[in-house]
Nanobody
Framework: VQLVESGGGSVQAGGSLRLSCTFS????????MGWFRQAPGLEREGVAC???????KYAGSVEGRFTIAQENVEKTLYLHMNNLQPEDTAMYFC???????????????????????WGQGTQVTVSS
């Protein structure tokens, strides 16, 4: 599995960015995927995840502002981020995990320990 993020950058508060994660070795209903972020000195935080059947979970801090979307034909995972705030500043990572036979297709996780494939990250900086 290979994951490559892009789309990070610097924006002012209230602005928008779209992060992309191109993936290979991931097949639709066999994996769940997610976006994480990590600010300096803080633990990695699960922002959003998408299950094999498309079920989505968001962190409360981003719900209503961020949208995760998976395009299997394009082999790309997106994170659309609107109304960005300085507290959203972090390195953003894409992650994937093959679903075990005991994991329901509607299940995904925002815990980093539940993922074993990671991209290199893309930096998002929001200024006030």
């Amino acid at each position: 599995v290979q994951l490559v993020e892009s789309g990070g950058g610097s924006v002012q508060a209230g602005g928008s960015l779209r992060l992309s994660c191109t993936f290979s070795g991931v097949t639709g209903r066999d994996y769940y995927m997610g976006w994480f972020r990590q600010a300096p000195g803080l633990e990695r935080e699960g922002v959003a995840c998408i299950a094999a059947d498309g079920t989505i979970k968001y962190a409360g801090s981003v719900e209503g502002r961020f949208t995760i979307a998976q395009e299997n034909v394009e082999k790309t995972l997106y994170l659309h981020m609107n109304n960005l705030q300085p507290e959203d500043t972090a390195m953003y990572f894409c992650a994937a995990r093959r679903r075990s036979p005991y994991t329901s297709v509607w299940w995904c996780s925002r815990a980093s320990s539940d993922f074993d494939n990671w991209g290199q990250g893309t930096q998002v900086t929001v200024s006030s």
